[in-house]
């Protein structure tokens, strides 16, 4: 099994649309991640939490909630999808020192 | 403002020869640096770090040189092979700092030829 699992693979949603992302981790980590990649844009941090009861906003927050249901639980929330939205999401878990990352859902927003 | 900058998109280089990727930072509060390759349809992996303590860290065929006083890095493949060919993105973080959370780069795609 995957240390880090992300569902769904693929999803082709339409505007307006409420979607959720799942991400969970056997690493045993307390930080989780998620983050949006865009073609030339890098990886950017959308939400992060460092334990249970901790939400943090990264640097594209907006349009977007999370949820930290356990420690090895992170989910990630378009409450009203906009074609904008359209990338490759990746979950991710870290220490101090390592990240570990799923292999990524692409959503696409019609 | 980027903290982290590849300016590099993309780099072709032939089988066996030397592949560098570079990379800038301009936050000095980073102290510790780490490159990850992407292949298509795969979530980034780790392949190197450095610690600001260093200067160089080699890791078989992977070398990552730190100039801390240029806020400068550069990852060398030796030999160079086809299956090197992903994307790499350069990322640098403060784990003790109060985030501890990695800047990625843009990434720069690199193309090993036969």
């Known amino acids: 099994d995957a240390d880090v699992t992300q569902t769904p693979r693929n999803r082709i949603t339409k505007t307006g649309k409420r979607i959720m992302l799942e991400c969970s981790q056997t690493?045993?980590?307390?930080?989780m991640y998620w983050y949006r990649q865009d073609p030339g844009l890098g990886l950017q941090l959308i939400y992060y939490?460092?334990?249970?009861?901790?939400?943090n906003k990264g640097e594209i927050s907006d349009g977007y909630s999370v949820s930290r249901q356990a420690q090895a639980k992170f989910s990630l929330s378009l409450e009203s999808a906009i074609p904008n939205q359209t990338a490759l999401y990746f979950c991710?878990?870290?220490?101090?020192?390592?990240?570990?990352f799923g292999s990524g859902t692409r959503l696409t927003v019609v | 403002d980027q903290q982290v900058k590849q300016n590099s998109p993309s780099l072709s280089v032939q089988e066996g020869r030397i592949s560098i990727l570079n990379c800038d930072y301009t936050?000095?509060?980073?102290?510790?640096f780490l490159w990850y390759k992407k292949y298509p349809a795969e979530g980034p992996t780790f392949l190197i770090s450095?610690?600001?303590?260093?200067d160089k860290n080699e890791d078989g065929r992977f070398t990552v040189f730190l100039n801390k006083s240029a806020k400068h890095l550069s990852l060398h493949i030796v030999p160079s092979q086809p299956g090197d060919s992903a994307v790499y993105f350069c990322?640098?973080?403060?784990?003790?700092?109060?985030?501890?959370?990695?800047?990625f780069g843009k990434g720069t795609k690199l193309s090993v030829k036969p």
């Open positions: 991710a878990t870290s220490d101090h020192y390592g990240y570990t």
């Open positions: 690493k045993g980590h307390d930080r």
């Open positions: 939490s460092f334990d249970v009861k901790d939400i």
């Open positions: 936050n000095s509060m980073f102290d510790y």
């Open positions: 450095i610690s600001s303590i260093k």
């Open positions: 990322a640098a973080t403060n784990p003790q700092g109060s985030q501890g959370n990695l800047i």
